[in-house]
Every structure is written in structure tokens, then in C-alpha cells.
């Protein structure tokens, strides 16, 4: 199984501000992925982090809010632009390799104040 | 969209079987999982189950799936306390472009009471 480290774990910030999130792989894998899970919510995909090019959004994610990057195939980034209470939510790295699995981060908790 | 329904909550006895249900509407799933979410941490992979399978077994965990009626369930033999949290059920459909993306339900929430 894939090892994913995800920082921070959790923070707290100031509405209009912008705060990036990392997501590092102990291995290469073919797909990275970032999800939104709202409070007492299911998990929901804002984009796939292709590496080498822009990430694909799903239909309500933007890239000017969301923008991400992906240099290589073990790391991303996703980033929470101009931040409003409505943001807060956990933020998950999810990864999928060769193989049927979906491994996730422990993901971040963000709190907009 | 595609979707995917659990019941919200489920309540056991300690020692007892748990049985949690989802159901999924899309006919073209090749894989459907199930994932713990402890208070305050990420998703665990429990098992999956590739969709031409009707069962699956792991220590304690068994999987039975139901591609007729789109019904998956995941039985928890011997529940433990260390067993409360929130199971996530999900599916992995085959749609060319988005066949990685997996589709959620709400999750159920299990407590195990002593």
C-alpha cells in the first residue's frame, strides 16, 4: 500500500487568505486526486492532479479557487484561494495506482475564521 | 449523476455481527470498496470487491455483493469497540475518462456499545 503524507494536518485562517495544502507519495503512482469533505458530508472530487499538465475539475471547482500542481509522479499540491468560512471543510489527497486500490492522506482540517 | 446510498446510523452490541448496507445505481461499477473513518483521521481501505465477484472474506470483515441489485454490504464479525467510526461505501465506475474517479455514499455511522 501506498504511504501518503498530507500537511498540514489542520489549520486555521483568516478569511481572503489563501493556504496550500501538499501531499507527498512514498511511491510513484499513475493518479492523484484531491477531495472536499464537508462537515458531517460524504467525500467530493474537486480535480485530478495530472502530472506534467492542468488538472482536470469536476463540475463547481474552478482552477482560480482551486488551483493545483503536480511536478512529478510522488507530489501535489492543492491550493484554497481567497478563503470564506464556506471553505472550511477536511481536505483529502487521495492516490490510485497499476492496481484497484484507492489510498488516502490523512487529511487536512480547515477551519476559515 | 451516478449515486450511492447507506443508512446514516447503525447501533451494536459489542460481540455481535454489523451489518452495513449501501446500495449504487451504476450498472458499470468494476469495483466497489469499503473505507473506516475514525473521529479526526483520513480514510482507511478496509477490502474491495471486484464487481463479477458475489463475495469476499477478510478475518472478520466479509463482503457480499449483489450486482443484480446493486447491493453491497459489509459484515463486521465480533464488533468491537475499536470498531466505532464512520464506513464509507464507494464505487468505481468504467466511463472511459473517469474510470478512477470513485463515487461516495454518506456513510454510516457505527457504535458499538459495550
Known amino acids: 500500500s501506498a504511504v501518503i503524507s498530507q500537511k498540514p494536518s489542520r489549520d486555521i485562517c483568516q478569511r481572503g487568505t489563501s493556504l496550500t495544502i501538499q501531499c507527498q507519495v512514498d511511491?510513484?503512482?499513475?493518479?492523484m486526486f484531491w477531495y472536499r469533505q464537508q462537515p458531517g458530508q460524504s467525500l467530493t472530487l474537486i480535480a485530478t492532479?495530472?502530472?506534467?499538465?492542468?488538472?482536470?475539475?469536476e463540475s463547481g471547482f474552478v482552477i482560480d479557487k482551486f488551483p493545483i500542481s503536480r511536478p512529478n509522479l510522488t507530489f501535489s499540491t492543492l491550493t484554497v484561494s481567497n478563503m470564506s468560512p464556506e471553505d472550511s471543510s477536511i481536505y483529502l489527497c487521495?492516490?490510485?495506482?497499476?492496481?484497484?486500490?484507492?489510498?488516502f492522506g490523512q487529511g487536512t482540517r480547515l477551519t476559515v475564521v | 449523476g451516478e449515486d450511492v446510498e447507506q443508512s446514516l446510523f447503525l447501533s451494536v452490541r459489542e460481540g455481535d455481527s454489523s451489518v452495513i448496507n449501501c446500495t449504487y445505481t451504476?450498472?458499470?461499477?468494476?469495483?466497489l470498496y469499503w473505507y473506516k473513518q475514525e473521529p479526526g483521521a483520513g480514510l482507511q481501505l478496509l477490502t474491495y470487491?471486484?464487481?463479477?465477484?458475489d463475495m469476499k472474506q477478510d478475518q472478520r470483515l466479509t463482503v457480499l455483493l449483489n450486482k443484480k441489485d446493486k447491493h453491497l454490504s459489509l459484515r463486521i464479525a465480533d464488533t468491537q469497540t475499536g470498531d466505532s467510526a464512520i464506513y464509507f461505501c464507494?464505487?468505481?465506475?468504467?466511463?472511459?475518462?473517469?474510470?478512477?474517479?470513485?463515487?461516495f455514499g454518506k456513510g454510516t455511522k457505527l457504535s458499538v456499545i459495550p
Open positions: 487521495s492516490v490510485q495506482g497499476s492496481g484497484p486500490e484507492a489510498f
Open positions: 511511491s510513484q503512482v499513475t493518479m
Open positions: 492532479a495530472n502530472q506534467g499538465s492542468e488538472a482536470t475539475y
Open positions: 451504476d450498472s458499470s461499477s468494476t469495483y
Open positions: 470487491i471486484f464487481s463479477n465477484m
Open positions: 464507494a464505487e468505481k465506475g468504467d466511463s472511459g475518462a473517469g474510470s478512477y474517479q470513485l463515487t
